[in-house]
């Protein structure tokens, strides 16, 4: 499954606003009766905003803990994996802020309801990473042990992957709304 979202970023003469609208999310599965799932927590917060900022300024999302969670709901035992795209750098018509400029990371993974198992190992990388077009893989169930424990790997009441941004501004950045995509796959 895959949803997408616009980022835009809106200048005024010497401001930017960037906001990330709609995220895609989509599922690939070679399996017809799959029964998996992705969403994301909280319901509203679909939408990605730093906010106004100017050349030079950069900004975290949230400042501390994390913007949004992807739930993934699995009840087929079979592996799965997220990955996340963006269709391009950041455009307002001719004018763009470099994809390198803008990242994301996955900061925990675990089980949504109680007992809250920790799923972390199942994530790629904890630190910040830039998007890319291809897409990149930021969670793998058979790398976490609770999830591959005895090939029990689903997760009917969901997987939380919560999730945080960052951008910086170059300083030489002109004002204006800048958008891009952004996809979410799970691929079973």
Same mark, same amino acid.
């Given at each position: 499954?895959?949803?997408?979202? =616009?980022?835009?970023?809106?200048?005024?003469?010497?401001?930017? =606003?960037?906001?990330?609208?709609?995220?895609?999310?989509?599922?690939?599965?070679?399996?017809?009766?799959?029964?998996?799932? %992705?969403?994301?927590?909280?319901?509203?917060?679909?939408?990605?905003?730093?906010?106004?900022?100017?050349?030079?300024?950069?900004?975290?999302?949230?400042?501390?803990?994390?913007?949004? #969670?992807?739930?993934?709901?699995?009840?087929?035992?079979?592996?799965?994996?997220?990955?996340?795209?963006?269709?391009?750098?950041?455009?307002?018509?001719?004018?763009?802020?470099?994809?390198?400029?803008? =990242?994301?990371?996955?900061?925990? #993974?675990?089980?949504?309801?109680?007992?809250?198992?920790?799923?972390?190992?199942?994530?790629?990388?904890?630190?910040?990473?830039?998007?890319?077009?291809?897409?990149?893989?930021?969670?793998?169930?058979?790398?976490?042990?609770?999830?591959?424990?005895?090939?029990?790997?689903?997760?009917?009441?969901?997987?939380?992957?919560?999730?945080?941004?960052?951008?910086? %501004?170059?300083?030489?950045?002109?004002?204006?709304?800048?958008?891009?995509?952004?996809?979410?796959?799970?691929?079973?």
């Amino acid at each position: 499954m895959s949803r997408s979202g =616009k980022v835009n970023v809106m200048l005024d003469p010497k401001k930017i =606003k960037i906001v990330c609208l709609a995220l895609v999310f989509a599922i690939l599965s070679a399996n017809c009766m799959s029964a998996i799932t %992705i969403e994301i927590d909280p319901a509203g917060r679909n939408v990605i905003t730093f906010g106004q900022m100017s050349p030079g300024d950069w900004k975290e999302l949230p400042e501390s803990g994390y913007w949004h #969670a992807m739930v993934v709901k699995n009840s087929v035992a079979s592996q799965w994996e997220v990955s996340v795209s963006c269709d391009g750098v950041l455009r307002n018509g001719a004018f763009t802020i470099p994809r390198d400029n803008f =990242k994301w990371m996955a900061t925990y #993974a675990g089980a949504k309801d109680a007992p809250y198992d920790s799923y972390s190992d199942g994530l790629i990388s904890v630190s910040y990473r830039s998007f890319s077009e291809s897409g990149e893989t930021l969670f793998r169930s058979a790398n976490s042990s609770v999830l591959s424990a005895g090939g029990h790997l689903t997760t009917p009441n969901g997987a939380e992957i919560q999730l945080k941004y960052f951008i910086s %501004i170059p300083d030489s950045q002109l004002a204006g709304d800048y958008t891009a995509k952004i996809t979410y796959t799970v691929t079973q």
